[in-house]
């Protein structure tokens, strides 16, 4: 009896091809439907499992920071702007003197928020000084107009970077105390911080520190002296940078920005900086504070666009001025995605990316 069921069965699956491994056949697509639907949650897994916690507990916390002296702002908002803005999440966008169109795109588009979710946001952008007398004069119109520059002490470079970062982080601890969440962000980003909030509130309690972003893992300084990256290994002589967030966008808590500042290494005038990213993950690593990962930012591998996975991300970057006004506003349009378009689009989005990424590293080789 036991034979001739066996060979019912064979019999009946015999058009699928698969005989005694049908449950395979059916078992392959249902797993690959799952990993797609969840790809964010088995990303999260995979790179907590591959992040370092090496050495961070015998580092010790709170070393002496460099900047000794009060940070000079030639622009920047009332100092009183965060007393009564009273943000939740104090949005710093990255910028240069020139980038004008990217910044009227955000203020037209995610910048302009000022209350999702029922919390207080506030967008301001940082930059450097401009050697161009006549930009400089069209900074002073717009921060006259805007009241959203802030301007740091130093030639807006990208050598300079790093300098920014500092700047803006001296700026955040100075005037900005009330707020509970800080989010670096460049112009070139299309942020979302409705997506945000909701993470923060479902994933963060207000016990500790938070430095959230993309997180790169076992990157290798470039000892190429060609290249703008160039660093040399008088400037950081390790030949791994310990896990650091993608500069594209990262969030860090109250508490963490006064650590970071205070564990900030001493800067040399005469050797290159690590990039700005890596400087905060060293400065953050040097404060026992660790990256978290989310897979929420886009900071390596571009996103292709789809409506509802853009609207699943927190953050989106190498968005152009015109392509973000156009951007936002087929995002948030109705209807809104469903669970599972959202789901899906995400798997999908991550899943050609991952593609495109493998596609440039076989161009480099």
Wanted: net charge positive.
């Amino acid at each position: 009896m036991v034979g001739r069921g066996l060979w019912i069965f064979k019999v009946r699956c015999g058009k699928w091809k698969c005989s005694t491994t049908s449950v395979l056949c059916l078992a392959v697509p249902c797993a690959a439907l799952l990993a797609l639907l969840f790809v964010d949650a088995i990303e999260s897994w995979s790179m907590s499992l591959a992040m370092s916690t090496d050495g961070v507990e015998q580092r010790e916390k709170g070393t002496h920071s460099n900047q000794q002296n009060p940070e000079k702002y030639p622009l920047m908002p009332s100092p009183l702007v965060c007393q009564r803005a009273k943000p939740y999440l104090l949005i710093m966008v990255t910028t240069a003197p020139a980038n004008q169109k990217a910044r009227q795109a955000i203020r037209n588009t995610w910048g302009g928020e000022t209350e999702v979710r029922g919390r207080r946001v506030m967008t301001l952008f940082m930059m450097g000084l401009t050697s161009d007398p006549g930009l400089s004069k069209q900074l002073q119109e717009e921060a006259r107009d805007h009241r959203d520059l802030v301007q740091g002490c130093f030639l807006d470079t990208y050598a300079n970077l790093t300098l920014k970062t500092l700047s803006m982080l001296g700026w955040t601890r100075r005037f900005c105390r009330q707020t509970r969440f800080i989010a670096k962000v460049d112009d070139d980003v299309l942020f979302n911080p409705g997506v945000l909030i909701r993470y923060l509130n479902r994933s963060y309690t207000m016990e500790g520190d938070l430095y959230l972003g993309r997180v790169h893992l076992q990157v290798s300084p470039n000892r190429n002296a060609a290249s703008k990256h160039y660093l040399p290994a008088a400037a950081y002589a390790p030949e791994v940078f310990p896990d650091y967030c993608s500069g594209t966008t990262y969030i860090l808590s109250r508490s963490a920005v006064l650590k970071i500042v205070q564990a900030t290494p001493p800067v040399s005038p005469h050797l290159p900086l690590p990039p700005e990213d890596v400087f905060v993950g060293l400065s953050a690593r040097a404060a026992g504070i660790l990256p978290s990962h989310s897979p929420l930012f886009s900071g390596g591998p571009g996103l292709p666009y789809n409506r509802c996975c853009y609207q699943a991300m927190a953050s989106v970057h190498r968005i152009s001025p015109t392509g973000m006004i156009r951007i936002w506003g087929e995002v948030h349009a109705p209807p809104p995605c469903s669970w599972l378009g959202l789901r899906a689009s995400l798997g999908l989005c991550k899943l050609q990316a991952l593609l495109g990424t493998m596609l440039e590293k076989e161009k480099d080789l």
